[in-house]
DNA sequence: CTCCAGGTTCCGG
DNA sequence: CCGGAACATGGA
């Protein structure tokens, strides 16, 4: 396989693949096999610069967010002892730009599973409704809202849905029938973005913002998650529990910037690798000692 | 065996 | 508006 190296700016693979906002990409080698969209990648980290197949170089730069300024999103970020031990330990870590209805499709099936789970499920889904990818190795897209909507609730049941198989199934009918068009939203302002994408059954404040960040580029949005939820307050309440959803969706905005998505996934994946075991651990002199 | 996972929705107070 | 419970499944 021929390689093209990419842009020389500061980019992380392991951490930009595995810090919970894309759930397919699997090692191979010394690198990444997955797909942006329906072309077959792999990437590879040497040193500092990353490498693609040279067919990816194009869809591969857009896909990895590697016209963001981190020099520019790490400087808007607040100064306390906290944030700097993420940033320290996440450098290079890049918000990817998704396909929308793969990003909205997966985080609907990601509601109260784990990382392993939902990697599962979108391995299966592409495996059995997706299609294979022209390629030496085998690469499954993610199948399109008008293939999913074809099918019965018990077909996606059997793919380990549970209780979501429901919502992806009417999310994806809406799409194919033309009651909701994900592309043309791509102009709207946030909040009525926001609204929009709470239409869809399952899709509640967390993933709406999940889909913001990830797929629309909306690096101002938070999506908060039992996780960052302990997180922030822990960090910026004293512990209090009884913060609720709300008020530390209006902290962050305020306190984080512009970039608060971008502040959001470098604590959270932080704390994920830091206090994978008991989030009870995770208390202030955690993080500051 | 029990517990809980990158939540959402519905229900009663 | 708010707290609680149901919702499926599988790994720890």
Redesign the pocket.
Same mark, same amino acid.
């Given at each position: 396989m021929r390689l093209t190296r990419l842009p020389d700016v500061e980019f992380n693979v392991d951490l930009t693949l595995n810090? &919970?906002?894309v759930f397919h990409w699997d090692r191979a080698g010394k690198g990444y096999l997955g797909a942006v969209g329906r072309q077959p990648v792999y990437v590879e980290q040497r040193g500092r610069r990353a490498y693609v197949n040279a067919e990816a170089a194009k869809p591969a730069k857009s896909y990895f967010g590697l016209d963001h300024s981190l020099e520019e999103i790490y400087l808007s970020f607040p100064r306390d002892r906290a944030m700097i031990k993420a940033l320290e330990a996440c450098r290079g870590m890049r918000i990817i730009r998704q396909p929308i209805w793969e990003c909205l499709a997966t985080f609907i099936t990601?509601?109260?599973?784990?990382?392993?789970?939902?990697r599962?499920i979108s391995h299966t889904l592409r495996r059995r409704y997706g299609e294979r990818l022209e390629w030496e190795y085998e690469i499954f897209s993610y199948p399109d809202p008008h293939r999913l909507a074809r099918l019965k609730e018990e077909d996606l049941?059997e793919c380990?849905?549970?209780?979501r198989a &429901?919502n992806l199934l009417k999310t994806a009918r809406m799409i194919a029938e033309g009651k909701a068009d994900l592309e043309s939203w791509r102009n709207l302002e946030t909040p009525a973005l926001r609204e929009k994408l /709470?239409e869809f059954?399952?899709? &509640?404040?967390?993933?709406?913002n /999940?889909v913001l960040l990830f797929a629309y580029e909306r690096l101002e949005a938070v999506?908060?998650?039992?996780?960052?939820a302990q997180v922030l307050r822990v960090l910026y309440f004293k512990g209090d529990e009884?913060v609720?959803l709300?008020d530390l969706t209006a902290f962050s905005a305020k306190y984080f910037g512009e970039y608060s998505g971008y502040a959001?996934?470098y604590l959270?994946h932080h704390a994920r690798v830091t206090f994978r075991r008991s989030?009870k651990l995770v208390t202030l002199a955690d993080w500051t000692e």
């Open positions: 810090c &919970g906002q990601s509601a109260m599973k784990q990382v392993a789970h939902i599962q049941r380990a849905l549970g209780f &429901g /709470c059954p399952g899709v &509640g404040e967390k993933i709406a /999940c999506p908060i998650d039992v996780w960052i009884t609720r709300s959001q996934q959270f989030k």
